[in-house]
């Protein structure tokens, strides 16, 4: 059984930072990618960056590259997303998502089969 578990969010000014992780456990995750979503309140779900796992592959969606970094640790388990330049219109659950054998291109689009519970992130101006 596989399972994420997000923390790290919290209250921010814009402007500042947040580093969420991303807990996984339940199964060995060499072949798969690691993915970061977003919601807001009243839009859709938006692909913030993703990761393979195994070869550390990274796919940013335009509007956060430069700002934010995916990363992962072997060691922990665990999958990261470093947020500078925060703004307020970053303000929104964060999930975590997991896919086996696809690559961070295909889950932008096409999620995997496995998610976190979400955690919140708000940017004050």
């Known amino acids: 059984q596989v399972q994420l578990v997000e923390s790290g969010g919290g209250l921010v000014q814009s402007g500042g930072s947040l580093r969420l992780s991303c807990a996984a456990s339940g199964r060995t995750f060499s072949d798969y990618t690691m993915v970061w979503f977003r919601q807001a309140p009243g839009k859709e779900r938006e692909f913030v960056a993703a990761i393979s796992w195994g070869v550390g592959r990274t796919h940013y969606s335009d509007s956060m590259k430069g700002r934010f970094t995916i990363s992962r640790d072997y060691a922990k388990n665990t999958v990261y997303l470093q947020m500078d330049s925060l703004k307020p219109e970053d303000t929104a659950v964060y999930y975590c998502?997991?896919?086996?054998?696809?690559?961070?291109?295909?889950?932008?689009?096409?999620?995997?089969?496995?998610w976190g519970q979400g955690i919140q992130v708000t940017v004050s101006s």
């Open positions: 998502n997991a896919g086996y054998l696809r690559s961070p291109t295909t889950l932008a689009t096409r999620p995997g089969d496995y």
